[in-house]
């Protein structure tokens, strides 16, 4: 509670707002994650942060493996926030001082569309590594035929000097 944490600024969404409307948050060094503070008050240092995204991460990783990786985090369902809160506070203590858990929710609402539209296809799952074009197989063997796009090429590519390649070599391409 606010009584007991006296050097936390930012226990509401509207506080950490506020701040940064002011002249003092204008002027303010308090990088991405300066909303997030420990007990003292203090921003998380580079290192911390790194392994709060690390975190961050197999949270995510986790409700992918449960099948439970919501389309927008606002659909994150009512388990799926009790895990993930829980999961984050015990590691990082600092995201339990706050009032309503707005710290987290804000992190992850800002940071989970762009790193679904990475990792995950519009069903929920992993992404195929590798999914690329086809190549035509001149083998009898049951080798996937899909491979990469930057291996296709590669495999499409003649250099003009046969005994050496070199960096940027021309391709010629066949249809």
Known sequence: TPKNYLAIRFWDRQDWEEYLDSPEGQQSKRRTLGYLEDKNGNTPSIKIAK?????????????????SAPQSWGRL???GHVFFHNFM???????????????LNHLTATSYPAWRKRKLDENGRWKEKGKGIKVEDDDDDDDSDEVGAKRARALACKSE???KK????????SQ
Do not use: D
Not at 166 to 173: L, M, N, P, Q, T
């Open 77 to 79: 369902t009512a388990s």
């Open 51 to 67: 392994e709060i995204w690390k975190a961050v991460r197999r949270g995510w990783a986790q409700l992918v493996k449960e099948e």
């Open 166 to 173: 070199f960096k940027g070599a021309r391709c010629i391409y």
């Open 161 to 163: 000097t046969p005994e």
């Open 89 to 103: 506070g015990k590691a990082f203590p600092m995201f339990k001082l706050v009032n309503n858990g707005w710290k």
